[in-house]
């Protein structure tokens, strides 16, 4: 491939291709060939110019005023009908119909009937010269429809790109307008209850006939309001505008989750009375954003899977960092109870932690334990 594009890029003259330039070389032998009387021109200056002329046809995509300059020189010892004609096809072909090509087209067409004028009978003056005018008028409108198909190709490529472009555009509006909806039935829905949960959580505190209810009541309420903000975060996400400015977006990835926020999320489950043992190590190393939040929500919804699925039952989260590559594992031991008091989950768990570790550039294993658990093992790699 880098060879190819190497050769594409020298060949840049004849539109990259290596066929462009084997026909301009046949092309131009031809044009030399059947334009000369090699019988009278083979002479020193002849030969001289003929190779000249041949160099002036190779490059005549590059330079277009090569041929025709050459053909004009050329008329001094041969019929430059052919040469004539190809220049003004060059001519049309490159420039389009612009002052150049007039002015080509009638220098040519002055050198042709003066070459007739002195080279022909007077009885076939006139034939030829109009066989000259045919000539380069078909030569030249045949260029000019060329480069005219040239143009409506490159305007209909521009219409399809602007069409591609103004389809994605209308796609991303259409994304951030359901955005916002999800945004707003979140807000009013999600945000409300959890609102009055912590409220309700706050007054039974305040009110509790005992200390246990007392505790339990803290907990709902801490919970219920780390939920709020996490919610709210997540809120500007979705309502994130266009217009915001850089600094709304940096506060708001300020609050993103990281890895060290894993032994709060522990501790708070703790306190709410799970069975949770947390091996953490005490030197962290330094991960992308992207792969503490992925962490941090592959334990969130292990211990949430934990306690739907498998309720009192002891739980081993296991961080670990070694070989350049963060390890997080989440193992849970089997239920001690019957299983009916499991709350029904979602089903999409999951699917949603897989594809948050695959984005973060990691891996996910999930399945049962020897001893009857089930386990969730997370790797990010630190590169």
């Given amino acids: 491939m880098r060879f190819l594009d190497h050769l594409r890029a020298r060949l840049s003259w004849w539109d990259g291709r290596i066929r462009s330039l084997l026909f301009d070389l046949v092309a131009a032998v031809f044009t030399v060939r059947f334009g000369v009387d090699f019988d009278t021109a083979l002479t020193v200056p002849n030969v001289c110019l003929m190779i000249g002329a041949a160099l002036a046809f190779l490059l005549r995509r590059r330079f277009p005023w ?111 307008a359901e955005r916002r ?4 039935e979140m807000h ?27 505790e339990v009541a803290e907990v709902i309420r801490k919970t219920s309001a780390t939920a709020l903000t996490e919610l709210r975060s997540m809120l500007r996400v979705l309502r994130e505008d266009e217009n915001d400015g850089p600094g709304e977006t940096s506060g708001e990835l300020a609050n993103d989750p990281t890895l060290s926020s894993i032994r709060r999320l522990v501790a708070d489950s703790v306190e709410s009375g799970e069975n949770i043992r947390l091996d953490f190590p005490d030197q962290l190393p330094e991960t992308s954003s992207e792969i503490g939040r992925a962490a941090y929500r592959v334990v969130q919804e292990s211990l949430t899977n934990a306690a739907k699925h498998a309720p009192h039952a002891a739980v081993h989260v296991e961080v670990a960092a070694d070989d350049g590559e963060v390890v997080v594992t989440v193992s849970n031991r089997r239920s001690p109870g019957t299983g009916s008091d499991a709350v029904p989950g979602s089903g999409y768990g999951l699917i949603g932690m897989r594809e948050r570790v695959t984005l973060a550039g990691g891996a996910l294993r999930t399945g049962w334990a020897e001893d009857g658990g089930y386990r969730v093992r997370a790797v990010f790699p630190l590169q």
């Fill in 66 to 176: 090569l041929p025709v300059v050459a053909t004009a020189a050329m008329a001094t010892f041969t019929g430059p009908a052919v040469a004539a004609s190809v220049a003004v096809y060059t001519m049309a072909r490159r420039r389009g119909p612009s002052t150049q090509l007039w002015i080509a087209a009638g220098l040519l067409t002055a050198v042709l009937i003066l070459h007739t004028y002195y080279n022909q009978p007077p009885s076939n003056v006139y034939v030829f010269v109009i066989s000259v005018a045919v000539a380069v008028g078909v030569a030249m409108l045949l260029g000019l429809w060329v480069f005219q198909r040239k143009m409506l190709l490159v305007t209909f490529r521009e219409r399809a790109e602007q069409a591609e472009r103004e389809r994605d555009l209308l796609a991303e509006r259409a994304v951030a």
């Fill in 181 to 184: 909806r999800i945004a707003r």
């Fill in 188 to 214: 009013d829905v999600v945000a409300h209850r959890c609102s009055v949960i912590s409220l309700q959580a706050g007054a039974l505190t305040l009110t509790a006939p005992d200390e246990r209810t007392g």
